[in-house]
């Protein structure tokens, strides 16, 4: 190539550079095309349902979808919910439910050290502990525990992540400033050893994904220096987004959840690490599906709709009303996943799957979580027919929550010794 261009006149040179940059333009363009568009729960919905058809069909190498089974899953969901919320005053999925476990009172001990603040200062701080605690929120593994020093009460798995993530952020170990809040600098500056100290890690407790949950922590303080549109210009930190939000709201009072969404993914969408990239833009929880012709990336965005989940609850308490909840998608991760397939609602194809290790990459995996996606609207959709209930009066955050994520861990629980997933995921603890 470069001894082409040195052996060319310099017309030629210039209109060969003109073509050049004309071509570059084009695929700038289309790039950005496609990259706002992954960014929106409609992608989500819209490439797992071309997954979904083509399981119909029997066209995908894992997996075959049996929804013959569908109203046995839905009855276990809704006998599961109705143990759990007897009167169906069923709370929005998401990270608060979690700080509550054991009965205690985390969230009245943070809103009493809150209660001389603003409105929307009180917001932020909770944005700030939502946003740390979700991204540490992969998969935790079946030998890790967590032993909460002022209850003595010891916790696993998610909750456990939360709680000593909600411990950790009052003890202000996210933070560089006197005020112990989040900042960019803290979670900069954060080191492997104090994030394994504040989770309790040893060689006896080990937690899978220490590196990768410290790297998305890291980034994210980077991140919140470099993009002060969202986190502000003095002192960046997480809650910083609260104002971003309250200026997207119409007529003063409502929000949708996907411009929600949208926000998360555009200003933290360069945390991730080892993801799929389009231009140089890293996607995040965004994968690639041979079988898909064309646009074949399969985005799921797992962490960040169960932030979006987590960060409508602080919004709703500054008076905003959330619109359109039913456009977010259900949580594609291994609870969810883990009923469809131990209820049979998602047959695997080859028996080996189950005696192997998977990367998150994998089309395993992504046919996997692609289909529960779809499943999960599915499940929602009959849930209220069977309840006499519209989508207002139960949307999917709520059938989550009620719902399908505890009966996937009760099942699991059931089949396997402590809980493990049908499938073995290898976890970086980024996504899982």
Not at 295 to 306: A, D, E, R, T
Request: hydrophobic share 40%.
């Amino acid at each position: 190539f470069h001894y082409i261009i040195c052996h060319i006149n310099l017309e030629e040179k210039v209109e060969f550079a003109i073509n050049q940059q004309k071509h570059a333009k084009t695929l700038n363009e289309n790039q950005k095309q496609l990259i706002t568009y992954l960014r929106t729960p409609e992608a989500i919905r819209e490439q797992c349902d071309r997954l979904f058809q083509l399981s119909c069909e029997d066209r995908l190498k894992y997996f075959r979808v049996q929804l013959d089974r569908l109203d046995n899953v839905v009855d276990y969901v809704i006998e599961v919910t109705q143990e759990n919320y007897p009167d169906v005053n069923i709370p929005f999925h998401s990270r608060w439910r979690h700080f509550q476990v054991g009965g205690v009172g985390r969230l009245e001990e943070l809103n009493k050290k809150l209660s001389r603040l603003s409105p929307v200062e009180k917001a932020k701080v909770k944005f700030d502990l939502a946003i740390v605690s979700v991204l540490l929120d992969a998969g935790a593994g079946s030998q890790w525990s967590y032993q909460e020093a002022e209850t003595g009460k010891t916790f696993r798995r998610s909750e456990g992540l939360a709680v000593s993530s909600f411990r950790m952020f009052c003890q202000g170990l996210f933070a560089s400033s006197r005020d112990r809040r989040v900042n960019a600098k803290g979670l900069q500056e954060l080191s492997k050893e104090t994030l394994a100290k504040g989770l309790q890690i040893s060689k006896k407790n080990p937690l899978i994904g220490l590196e990768g949950r410290l790297a998305l922590l890291q980034h994210l303080g980077t991140v919140l220096s470099k993009n002060s549109e969202f986190f502000g210009e003095d002192n960046p930190r997480p809650g910083n987004l609260v104002n971003y939000l309250l200026e997207k709201k119409e007529n003063n009072s409502a929000l949708s959840a996907s411009e929600v969404l949208i926000a998360v993914l555009e200003s933290l969408g360069e945390i991730w690490t080892g993801s799929v990239t389009v231009g140089g833009v890293k996607l995040g929880d965004v994968w690639q599906h041979s079988a898909l012709s064309g646009n074949n990336y399969v985005p799921l965005h797992k962490l960040s709709q169960w932030l979006t989940y987590s960060l409508l609850e602080p919004l709703q308490e500054l008076g905003l009303i959330i619109t359109e909840l039913d456009q977010l998608t259900g949580l594609a991760e291994y609870r969810n996943g883990g009923l469809c397939l131990d209820l049979g609602l998602l047959e695997v194809k080859e028996k080996s799957i189950f005696r192997e290790a998977h990367l998150v990459s994998s089309e395993v995996i992504v046919e996997w979580r692609a289909l529960t996606v779809i499943l999960l609207d599915k499940i929602a959709a009959r849930m209220r027919e069977k309840l006499g209930m519209s989508a207002t009066e139960l949307p999917l955050v709520k059938v989550l929550q009620g719902g399908t994520w505890n009966a996937g861990r009760r099942i699991a629980n059931q089949l396997r010794e402590n809980g493990v997933p049908p499938l073995e995921i290898k976890s970086d603890g980024t996504v899982f």
